[in-house]
């Protein structure tokens, strides 16, 4: 089966509307992918302004970068899957670790928001990785696999089918360090057992599996080359189309 090749940028708490327009279209205007699938998950004031510029290319879509899990009520501030589906978003960031770290979502609440993502026919990109210390301690690939089977194993495998999984090594996110290609095919290739073992070879064959953690024009090529690798989700280069633009050339040239 053939996996659905993914860029996804993540501008986290970054840029104001004029800034991230601009950047929008830039990337826009930079390249019109083919054989990858582009996502722009932005600040949620940006959404459907972004999702405005994006439309006409049917390869780039923007994602939001969280979601509460309830349909409406009294959560101030937060919102709900279909405020966001309503302004042509059409996936969602859950999981990521600073949401875990600085929010204290628990496993049970990423759990809720998987599933209240998928009932309203957006596409989680779920998120998961281990910290330095849990890598030094060799326990990484139990402590991720942990993370799946609390957060995400509980799906049916046609729901599973329908969430793209990435994995984000914590010691690599805005440090400037990098897994090499051959943990990131380690651990990708372990994810992938996983799902193949909890919903069989079909389902583990067809999930796109992303890479997150300092990807930049440098080493996209060779990240993006390993076979369990189907992309990127990126962080402090989606910010300049410059960066992102490559990065974006580099899985369309495999």
Known sequence: MTRKKIVAGNWKMNTTITDGTALAQAVTDGVTPIKTTVIMCTPATHLHTVSEIVKEKSNIHTGAQNCYPAEKGAYTGELSVSMIEAVGAEYIVIGHSERRTYFDESGDFLAKKVDITLAGGLTPIYCCGEALDIREAGTHVKYVGNQLKAELFHLSAEDFGKVIVAYEPIWAIGTGVTASPAQAQEMHAELRQLIANQYGEEVANGTSILYGGSVKPANATELFSC???????????????????????AMEAL
Do not use: R
């Open 227 to 249: 076979p369990d690798v189907d992309g990127g989700l990126v962080g402090g280069a989606s910010l300049k189309a410059e960066l992102f633009v490559p990065i974006i050339e």
